[in-house]
């Protein structure tokens, strides 16, 4: 497969959501230890909600599928992770400028652009314990791959080991931003819950695209 | 759990048509999930805006009426409402002379409400100010973090500006008393126990019997330590000295001292920690010119406690006596 | 026991001594925990009476304004008030035209507030009126029994005889008042938790986490039947089938709509409660013509709620919508 | 002993005050069931007050220690047990007419008036599942025994038995007044509170006569 259609990007979506829907206790739980006990039935809102009107309405092109996303979910989902999620499929559909097909290179700089938007919406660092964590990695983890020459799908698989493994790292930290952040030093020894899901969203992308998700 | 609902799923959706029959004076927008005055918008009035997550009842939809609040977005328990909300109700509650968004500090909060002021910038010429409510002493407030949380001191922000608006101060004005309003104020809670989000359908955090925890928040976020179990006495002190430390609140025109229930707090309680919290001020030195004291801001059934005080200047002491109709606080009305 | 206090046996004097601190409105008689309207006696008004245990704030208490009651005595928690209590507020209220009794129907508060009478009588000239309120149909009612409980229907009597009251009627009229709102009241409540009384220090009932006591008091008295934990459209069948099975509510001016919470149940449920009720009486014919949604009458940190119906007309809308400034309610001034 | 002088009644409240001090627990515990859960503290309340009113001002005469002992009760208990218990040292005191030494049979005409007192303030009937219960048969059985020629003492030793046989008694029954009353048919099978402490009222008016009180 040379690049991303509106079809890949419908199977991760789909993907996604079905992981949401499968850890939505899991993710909840998470928060309830460092947060508020919503992340799970958030993500899992927001998800059915995309799911939902890419089915009634499914979108013709890569960009509009994207805007789309983010639209369902900055409506949908509120909190924290909504205006963050939805920002970073906006600038994702920005940055494809309605080709049909993304090239390897393009779906990357697009998912660049989208961490991009993550990062100057909500000001976290590397290292804040936030979904940053899992997504940064992942994304450096993903140019890395291509620049060598990989396929995309292979490229993805590293993205998905890179984001669990900055998932697993948020364990440590000591959170700056969001709700966490309130508990200060006792924040630290708890996985953050937006970390988790990000290292689901970047999982799903691989399996959509290796075509066993 | 034991709760009275249905599906909780369907919770905040079907407490709000009750709450609509039970409020003539409200007007619901059920599908956007907005609670108006029926008469907004007041011509030549600033509109006040609020909202956040559900299960903080009265905050907030029992703070609009003559006085306070224009309207307010409610979103799903403990969760943030969304940009469309507060970008609707700006539109409707703008009665030619801008909006005034009073945003609890909360990442989520701010960046909807902050969204949300983009798309009504884009969309019409609301003139939109946005201040930002941060009271809690328990979190660390540094450039770094996410800051302080709001919690009590809305109450006092709201009322104080709810009341200048209804004077006809324009927007700038109101945005610099709510400031200046939220910087005179602090606040430290604690939690007897946890309340039970009913999504997830068990406490949030387990509480020992003989523990409590000190320096939560309003959406059960776990404090920041955890001590035993102690008398009122004790309890008070270790909510009134941090608010004390963080800043001085002798002298001058005195004090309002809210004493905030969490949700499952009886009344008889809460008198006797008013009692504890004014012993230990007049010790300090400070004075309660005004005082509050009732489940205003709560955190569903958790049990606990939360103490704000804002220091009072002359012009707020009449703004917080002005008549004020809502739900939640009435007089002069 | 996870509560905020110093001593159980010092929760009532502390509390009072906040509540005091709290409410300038009102003076508080320390040594026989007695609070009064501080401009009592208001010379020419009849003075209106009432009181009991501890326990349910803001009952009794916070309804103590003008355009509601001149004095309460508090008991201990679930404790009515002693004779001597009633006896010193029925002298320190009497206007010159008589005092009226509103007595909440316990056996305890009955003969308590029977001997006050006597007390009064041979103490002082004070005419003095007793109306016994009892709305609770989970009780049997017969002559051979201590018949049905006073609960919520209060909160109407109080309401509205205190703003006749206020208007200048006389004794008689006023007892005569008092007694029809509540013949036209009914009541009926549940609880999903018990309470706990603190000098027990252990909940009074043990309610499993799938059960719900259906019929019980505002002292934690168990009530007539345990069910299975259920939606709240079931929940609220439960209640309003039996009220509506007591008298017949249809047509007239409608009725006022109480539902309230029993200390521990967030305004979120209470709220859907109001619309699951306000539905079945619409399906029944029975139109809410005033609504009250809240704690008004607690037990003390009791999950649960009850729900009053109150028959009204002309001109008890009219004294419902009267001004009334108490801590509790309070409109119109 | 030819009669009850006011050191055996003393000893008797102190002795009754002492029990329920013992029993507080218990009598909450059998309040709970089918009450508010409160008589045991009503009880102690009110009779620590009475010992304190009695330490600080010895009354002269029986009537006047039963006078004290009633206006503490009805001043320092309220609920249903203060009128109650009260009433019944009232009408004790009005039946003693300030004699010194009460003789058994004017000691048990006023523990009659003092029942008649309950009966009239409560309007309680036998069966209805309250301090009646106990007193009534208690009484009936002093009465009897004096009759027959025993002893105060030995009078008091079967109107003990008498009361707490009608305590059990009231064990079955379903209750009609008091608190008690709101759970119809869910009242039987708990003992009553009032008429638990009733009996031990009579117990220690025994134990007090007896000498070992
Ligand atoms: N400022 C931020 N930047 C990036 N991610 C953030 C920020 N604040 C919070 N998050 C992420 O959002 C997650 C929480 O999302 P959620 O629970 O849905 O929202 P809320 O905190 O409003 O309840 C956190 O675990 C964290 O990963
Ligand atoms: N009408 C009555 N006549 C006689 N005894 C009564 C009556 N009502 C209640 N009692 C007694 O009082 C006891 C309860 O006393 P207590 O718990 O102290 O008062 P309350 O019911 O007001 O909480 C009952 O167990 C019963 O024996
Ligand atoms: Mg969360
Ligand atoms: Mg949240
Ligand atoms: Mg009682
Ligand atoms: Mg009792």
Chains 1, 4 share one sequence.
Not at chain 1, 60 to 71: F, G, N, S, V
Not at chain 2, 48 to 57: A, P
Request: include cysteine; charged fraction near 20%; aromatic fraction near 4%.
């Amino acid at each position: 497969m040379a690049g991303v259609d509106v079809e890949t990007l419908q199977r991760w979506l789909r993907g996604f959501a079905a992981s949401v829907a499968e850890q939505r206790d899991a993710l909840t739980a998470l928060d309830a230890a460092i947060g508020d006990a919503d992340h799970g039935a958030n993500m899992h809102r927001g998800m059915t909600a995309v799911t939902e009107a890419v089915t009634a309405t499914p979108p013709a092109d890569p960009t509009a599928l994207l805007k789309q996303t983010a639209t369902v979910l900055i409506r949908s989902v509120g909190g924290a992770s909504g205006p963050l999620y939805g920002t970073l499929f906006l600038r994702m559909a920005s940055a494809t400028g309605g080709e049909t097909v993304l090239e390897p290179a393009t779906f990357a700089k697009a998912l660049r652009a989208g961490l991009e938007g993550v990062i100057s919406r909500g000001k976290a660092e590397l290292g804040d314990k936030t979904m940053v964590d899992a997504l940064a990695p992942a994304l450096d983890a993903l140019d890395a791959s291509l620049a060598e020459g990989g396929s995309l799908a292979t490229a993805l698989h590293a993205a998905s080991e890179a984001a669990d493994a900055g998932r697993d790292a948020t364990t440590p930290m000591i959170a700056r931003k969001g709700r966490a952040s309130y508990l200060g030093d006792r924040s630290a020894g708890h996985q953050d819950p937006g970390a988790t899901s990000a290292a689901l969203l970047v999982a799903a992308a691989a399996a959509a695209v290796s075509g066993d998700g | 759990m034991k709760k009275l609902l249905n599906d909780p799923g369907d919770l905040v959706a079907e407490s709000l048509r009750g709450l609509d029959r039970a409020h003539p004076e409200l007007r619901v927008d059920h599908e956007n999930r907005i609670l108006y005055r029926a008469d907004a918008p007041v011509a030549g009035k600033v509109g006040l805006l609020s909202g956040g997550g559900s299960g903080h009842e009265p905050a907030h939809g029992g703070f609009i009426g003559p006085g306070m609040l224009d309207a307010v977005c409610a979103g799903e328990v403990f969760t943030s409402p969304v940009p469309d909300q507060m970008a609707e109700a700006t539109k409707n509650i703008d009665g030619g002379v801008g909006v005034l968004h009073l945003v609890w500090n909360y990442t989520g909060d701010v960046m909807n409400f902050d969204m949300a002021a983009e798309l009504a910038a884009a969309e019409t010429d609301t003139r939109v100010e946005a201040v930002v409510m941060n009271d809690d002493v328990a979190v660390e407030d540094s450039l770094f973090t996410a800051g302080r949380r709001g919690t009590g001191a809305a109450i006092a922000v709201e009322k104080i500006v709810g009341a200048a608006a209804e004077q006809g101060r324009n927007l700038t004005e109101l945005a610099d008393l709510a400031r200046r309003v939220n910087e005179n104020s602090r606040s430290m809670g604690m939690a007897l126990t946890s309340c039970t989000v009913p999504a997830k359908g068990s406490p949030t955090f387990d509480l020992p019997d003989d523990e409590i925890e000190i320096g939560i928040g309003i959406h059960g976020e776990p404090g920041r330590r955890r001590v035993p179990l102690a008398p009122a006495h004790d309890i008070a002190q270790m909510l009134v000295d941090p608010v004390l430390a963080d800043r001085d609140f002798t002298g001058g025109d005195g004090v309002l001292v809210f004493v905030n229930g969490m949700g499952a707090t009886p009344m008889l309680e809460l008198y006797l920690m008013y009692g504890e919290i004014a012993a230990l001020l007049d010790k300090a030195g400070v004075v309660p010119a005004r005082t509050l004291v009732g489940p205003y801001v709560t955190s569903l059934d958790m049990a606990g406690c939360s103490v704000s005080i804002t220091k009072l200047d002359d012009e707020m002491i009449r703004l917080w006596d002005a008549p004020v109709a809502t739900a939640g606080l009435r007089w002069g009305m």
